[in-house]
């Protein structure tokens, strides 16, 4: 009788419907920016409860000190207000951000999430792989990727290390690492942060890309047991609901790490994971910091032509 009442209160606390505030109703205040800048965050709708990621199996039930912005709103905030270029944006399900920063404010980070039905991810080498040997490798891979880079316009991208190196919890089946990145030739040049984690469920993997500077390192790596926990699959999608026949992956974690899952990822210009969007050459540069961008941006609003570099 426990379990069945227990059953229901997760039932009932997974499928009460979200509710949506406004921005006012969010902050406590309307937004202090531009007038199209203010347009943007006040049209957003901030979630929080049970929200479905149509197309993951999954579901997310976001708690007070957070808020889920929809596939829509996460365009406006990464394009609009962030300033990165359209197809950046494309293919997301949501971003979750915490409730104590708006989406301009400064030292703000947020999370974009995303899904890749790869199958079932083997998590057989988890404690096994010597990820300082991958480390060597992935170093080596983005020097070489960085000739092309350049030829394209593109600035050079330096990964320095682990800013946090991969850890793979069996008892949630998530694996996070982060990456400590330089971008430009600049090796003085501000560090950026590159967090990333992976949910392995019975039929794919849910993606959780940490939009930040490296200063906000210890702040994520505290709100990510909140982050994860959120994340409830549907029933009989879990990890631990494999059965054979299943589709499996064609790599473990390894290769989720190095490219695999993250595959998908990189073919969205390589810039939200790395918290940098380029352009061509004649373009700008981006920065994906919160408030930072919108600092930057305050002045370009309204421009239908990017200013010189």
Partial sequence: MNRLLLACCILTALTT???AKTYQEMFGAPSNLPPEAAAVVESLDFKQGA?????????????????????ADTRKVLVELWG?????????????????????????????????????????????????DLLAQLKEATAESNVE??????????????????HYDLAT??????????????????HTLNY?????????VLQMNFIAGLNQLE??????????????FDQGKAYADFKEGDKVAAYGMAGLIAAGAGAKLAAKAGIL???????????????????????????????KSPPAT
């Avoid at 944006?89 to 899904?115: C, F, Q, R, T």
């Avoid at 880079?149 to 991969?166: C, F, H, M, Q």
């Fill in 17 to 19: 419907g979200s509710h």
């Fill in 51 to 71: 929200v479905t990621l149509s197309g993951a199996n999954a579901q997310l039930q976001v708690p007070e000190e957070f808020y889920f912005l929809d596939p």
């Fill in 84 to 132: 990165n270029p359209p197809q950046s944006a494309d293919g997301y399900l949501g971003m979750i951000l915490p409730a104590k920063y708006a989406p301009e404010a400064e030292g703000g980070w947020g999370s974009a999430i995303d899904y890749a039905e790869d199958g079932y991810v083997s998590d057989a080498d988890a404690l096994t792989t010597d990820f300082d």
């Fill in 149 to 166: 880079r350049e030829k394209e316009g593109y600035d050079p991208i330096t990964l320095v290390g682990w800013a946090s190196p991969p």
């Fill in 173 to 190: 089946h998530t694996m996070h690492w982060a990456r400590d990145l330089i971008f430009g030739k600049d090796q003085s040049a501000p």
């Fill in 196 to 204: 990333s984690v992976r949910i392995l469920g019975r039929e794919g």
């Fill in 219 to 232: 702040e994520i790596k505290a709100g990510l047991p909140s982050v994860t926990g959120m994340v409830h």
């Fill in 273 to 303: 994971a790395v918290a940098l969007a380029f352009l061509k050459k004649g373009g700008i540069l981006v920065v994906l910091a919160g408030g930072a961008a919108v600092r930057y941006f305050k002045g370009f609003f309204g421009r």
